[in-house]
């Protein structure tokens, strides 16, 4: 049984966290600690931030950390230490960094439904899948 569990999910989208909550619950049911994490992904270019202002990354970053946070108060009991945590990158990069720097036993993520040229999963579920030196449990949404 896992102590820790690592869970990403996208705060845009409920079919992320749904069941992958409801899995990463049930694992957790004697106990342990969920990390939660969401990732704001980076601009890409160095061309595409010049378009934003200079404090457009910290006011993004705190923007979502009140998101996280109220996220967590509405959908992970009470009973469960879980520790909410936003992140600032490429989304698989930053999950497989998160995962290790917090020494979970597990990752818990949803996928969504592939299409051809994703073959069995999304990227990036197939991405931490392949380099996660964690087990990752994959949830089909």
Do not use: C
Request: net charge neutral; proline share 5%.
């Amino acid at each position: 049984m896992a102590r820790t569990i690592l869970m990403p999910i996208d705060l845009s989208d409920d079919a992320s966290w749904k069941k992958p909550l409801s899995e990463a619950l049930t694992l957790l049911r004697e106990g342990g600690v969920l990390h939660v994490v969401t990732v704001l992904p980076d601009f890409g270019l160095a061309q595409v931030s010049g378009y934003f202002g200079k404090d457009f990354e910290k006011k993004a970053l705190h923007d979502m950390g009140e998101q996280l946070t109220a996220w967590v108060n509405a959908n992970v009991p009470n009973t469960v230490e879980v520790h909410p945590h936003v992140l600032h990158g490429k989304i698989y990069d930053e999950i497989l960094r998160a995962a290790d720097q917090l020494r979970v036993d597990a990752i818990v993520m949803g996928s969504h439904r592939p299409e051809l040229k994703d073959y069995l999963l999304g990227p990036n579920a197939a991405r931490v899948m392949r380099h996660a030196r964690q087990s990752v449990y994959i949830v089909r949404n």
